[in-house]
């Protein structure tokens, strides 16, 4: 079963990854944050549950640094979702040490043959005490080994207090900023389950020195750490919102060209200090003023528009249009931008254009990148073929 959750994991961690280019930038720490629980947990398996030498010499030291930024990155995440920032700080450097220490103590490992690894993959087979039978540099195995599920443990409870000292569920009563306060809660219970159970694993093989003990012990520990692994893996499919972001809108965008001009900041009470996930009427009208400038000069008409290029062009972030598309304009992207090419090609036809252009000609000035999609396009926006359109219009 638990093989089967973390391929699922990986899985789900690359249809984060695909979206990553046109969601909320801070999905990075979420990327991250899924990519190394999944090898955290296929590294438990591999230990506990196969006889696999190759298995178990590739996952039992080698990426022990990087369950060290589980915890720092389960709060970045939760910081730049609260925040609608991703940047990190100077001082944000420091919560990467401890993984920097741990590549740095387990050097020796790392550089030995791999013979010498197998080797040691097959005296943990015959007796998983001998886990603890490796060369660190200054820190010893057993410190390493307690102290990967404390760090990630005492994170999750740090964006907790984070957490209920942005006061979410009281001051963010609207539909987005309730589905924000859903989506963290569920997070932090899984991650409270996955690495209370990792901790209790741990312990409990400590004690024993054997970190085969869910079979000595029972299964209890076991159960708690697939069910918060399976809660993780799962999550997403409930909150399909969050592969694009969930921005915070209900403050004043500001250009990286420079401040909005005069007469776009009167819009707003720019000493608003609590920011709100629910778009209002001011933004809204802020957004829609932007967008309306921006498309004047009807960039959609290059083949190379895209919501990248917009978000570029007009300095609004892409998980900002993303949004106001598809939840207050009913539309995905390319449904608009198709929509203003079309419009643009009516305009052509009704003007005379249209009886000296070919069809590839009309298709090629709205900026389609293909005859089928010029087609398709134009149908699904008015209900005929461009050459029908053509044929009622003479």
């Known amino acids: 079963m638990l093989l089967y959750l973390t391929i699922f994991g990986f899985i789900t961690t690359f249809l984060v990854f695909i979206n990553l280019r046109n969601s909320n930038k801070t999905n990075i720490y979420l990327f991250f944050f899924l990519l190394i629980n999944n090898i955290y947990a296929l590294s438990h398996y591999a230990t506990v549950f196969t006889s696999s030498r190759l298995l178990v010499a590739i996952m039992l030291v080698h990426f022990t640094p990087l369950y060290l930024l589980l915890g720092p990155l389960f709060y970045f995440y939760v910081r730049g979702l609260l925040n609608d920032d991703y940047k990190l700080s100077k001082w944000d450097i420091l919560h990467f040490v401890p993984a920097v220490l741990f590549v740095i103590n387990i050097s020796p490992y790392l550089i030995q043959s791999w013979d010498y690894k197998l080797n040691y993959a097959s005296g943990v087979l015959i007796d998983s005490r001998n886990f603890l039978k490796v060369n660190y540099l200054f820190l010893p195995p057993k410190f390493s080994f307690l102290t990967r599920p404390v760090i990630a443990f005492v994170y999750v409870i740090v964006s907790v207090l984070l957490i209920i000292n942005r006061g979410l569920k009281k001051n963010y009563l609207s539909k987005q900023s309730s589905l924000v306060f859903k989506w963290l809660m569920l997070l932090v219970i899984t991650s409270i389950f996955m690495y209370l159970g990792f901790l209790l694993f741990t312990f ?59 007469a776009d900041l009167s819009l707003f009470d720019t000493s608003k200090k609590i920011r709100s996930f629910e778009i209002s009427a001011d933004k809204l009208t802020l957004l829609k003023r932007k967008v309306d400038s921006y498309i004047e000069k009807k960039p959609y ?18 998980h900002h249009l993303s949004y106001y598309f598809n939840e207050y304009l009913k539309l995905n992207f390319n449904t608009w931008k ?33 005859r089928t999609s010029f087609f398709n396009s134009f149908k699904q926006k008015m209900g005929v073929t461009p050459s029908e359109y053509l044929n009622n219009s003479n």
Do not use: C, W
Not at 229 to 258: E, H, T, V, W
Not at 339 to 349: C, E, M
């Open 204 to 262: 409990a093989a400590y004690f024993d020195m054997d970190i085969k003990v869910p079979d000595q012990k029972g299964n209890f520990i076991l159960y708690i750490t697939i069910f918060g692994l399976f809660l993780l893996n799962f999550s997403l499919l409930f909150f399909p919102n969050i592969m694009y972001g969930l921005p915070q809108l209900d403050y004043a965008i500001f250009s990286r060209k420079g401040k909005l001009k005069e």
């Open 301 to 318: 008409l290059s083949s190379e528009f895209n919501l990248t290029v917009m978000s570029m062009d007009t300095d609004i972030p892409i």
């Open 338 to 370: 198709n929509d203003l090419k079309i419009a643009h090609v009516i305009d052509l036809i009704q003007n005379g254009t249209g009886e000296i252009l070919t069809l590839d000609a009309l298709a090629k000035q709205a900026g389609f990148g293909s």
